[in-house]
T-cell receptor, first 113, second 113 residues
């Protein structure tokens, strides 16, 4: 069964600190992995998409890593800001027909001043 | 507008009434998805459209839920005889092609009293 597990479920950090969110998946066959940011009361917004051959990808203060062998990904946030407070969702695409997308439950991040 | 548009943004209804939620995807996007998100929870897949057809509607929770898409564009999600457990945010996303990057709307928040 295709599954995406994220940890931790929630996290509180102080402004300016770094943090790392984890995503483990069992989706097969793997096509790509996406990280989304969802602000409270808003729709998710794409942060990055990683394919099988990409190990690291940065988008500003966000850096995603992918280890396709161990089926793990991480999202590292550097020098956190209050606006980083949101839910971060890991989504994996498989190559089968139909829906093809498996969503993780998300990590709820709160950045405090 | 340039993004995915959903309406209404908020809907309060009485138990037993029917509701219709509308999604206007980005022009030219062939793939369209509906998700449900209960308070504090992750996204739950409902149905996927490719053009006007729905290759995957495995996520619809009961026969009270139905969706259609016309002209390869606008989609309507209909919930008949609403129940309190239907209360959630209903998110629509579109993509240029199946498995492509997802662009989400801001959601329709449904409250069933």
């Amino acid at each position: 069964k295709n599954q995406v597990e994220q940890s931790p479920q929630s996290l509180i950090i102080l402004e300016g600190k770094n943090c790392t969110l984890q995503c483990n998946y069992t989706v097969s066959p793997f096509s790509n992995l996406r990280w989304y940011k969802q602000d409270t009361g808003r729709g998710p917004v794409s942060l990055t998409i990683m394919t099988f051959s990409e190990n690291t990808k940065s988008n500003g203060r966000y850096t995603a890593t992918l280890d396709a062998d161990t089926k793990q990904s991480s999202l590292h946030i550097t020098a956190s800001q209050l606006s980083d407070s949101a839910s971060y969702i890991c989504v994996v695409l498989n190559n089968n027909a139909g829906n093809m997308l498996t969503f993780g439950g998300g990590t709820r991040l709160m950045v405090k001043p | 507008g340039a993004g995915v548009s959903q309406s209404p943004s908020n809907k309060v209804t009485e138990k037993g009434k029917d509701v219709e939620l509308r999604c206007d995807p980005i022009s030219g996007h062939t793939a369209l998805y509906w998700y449900r998100q209960s308070l504090g929870q992750g996204l739950e897949f409902l149905i996927y459209f490719q053009g006007n057809s729905a290759p995957d509607k495995s996520g619809l929770p009961s026969d009270r839920f139905s969706a259609e898409r016309t002209g390869g564009s606008v989609s309507t999600l209909t919930i008949q005889r609403t129940q309190q457990e239907d209360s959630a945010v209903y998110l629509c996303a579109s993509s240029p092609q199946p498995g492509g990057e997802l662009f989400f709307g801001e959601g329709s928040r449904l409250t069933v009293l």
